[in-house]
């Protein structure tokens, strides 16, 4: 079995869709776990809320991308095994603009 966390892009514009792409997958908690023994089990410093601060909604609608890169770093140094989060992130990213279609309402 190959380590997750070595398949981080070196390009930081290409980081936060691989984030992305393991936040809707069955591999979260494998990488969290895998960042936390490369990186030491010690709580990070901030919060999630306090990381995403005034991007939250921004990333809610548009994914990590619009995240600052030294936040995204810091999500990478010090994850933060959140379901909470990462169930939102999927039904704000992917199901509710599928639903507001439906309802024949634009998402953004």
Known sequence: MSWLAMTIP???ADQSAWLESLLVGPDLGRLVA?????????EPSRSLDAVLGRWADTVLRNGLSALPRENLR????????????????????YQLPELLRHLGQDAR
Do not use: K
């Open 10 to 12: 070196e390009n930081p």
């Open 34 to 42: 895998e960042l936390r023994a490369v990186h030491g089990v010690d």
């Open 74 to 93: 810091e999500l990478l140094r010090h994850p933060r095994p959140t379901r909470r989060w990462a169930g939102a992130f999927i039904f704000a990213r």
